[in-house]
């Protein structure tokens, strides 16, 4: 499976977050595979889980407070979940990152050009 976080804090707005909703769907119409899908601010606000029978997606985001992106691997753990990858659509405006690096990939998909850096993990600039 993979684990998708999204991003709910204040500084994503409706735009983005339909951009992420594509991006999401997108990754189910490239792969048969089930997504946890992880709404977060500074907690952990809900989660679906979704495979390609569920396109066309619709993201249900909820939060819009702060940021902080330890709950998501908090979650991961707690949940017994062994993802093949994590994916993390955010803007970057965060600096609230996990002590310990995770034992899968991560991927940080950037929006905006906020100049946030991770600690782990791989950056892609969403486009």
């Not at 819009?64 to 998501?72: E, Q, S």
């Not at 990939?105 to 991770?118: A, E, F, I, N, R």
Request: aromatic share 12%; glycine share 10%.
């Amino acid at each position: 499976s993979i684990v998708i976080a999204v991003d709910t804090s204040g500084s994503i707005d409706p735009v983005v977050l339909a951009q992420f909703g594509a991006e999401v769907s997108a990754v189910l119409e490239a792969y048969d595979t089930l997504i946890d899908v992880v709404y977060c601010d500074t907690e952990i606000q809900g989660r679906g889980q979704y495979t390609r029978q569920d396109l066309p997606l619709e993201l249900a985001p909820a939060g819009f407070g702060g940021t902080d992106y330890r709950p998501v691997f908090d979650f991961v753990d707690k949940e017994g979940i062994v993802p093949r990858c994590l994916v993390y659509l955010t803007d970057l405006e965060c600096h609230r990152f996990p002590e310990n690096v995770p034992d899968y990939p991560v991927l940080w998909v950037q929006t905006g050009h906020y100049p946030g850096s991770v600690p782990f993990g791989e950056t892609v600039q969403m486009g």
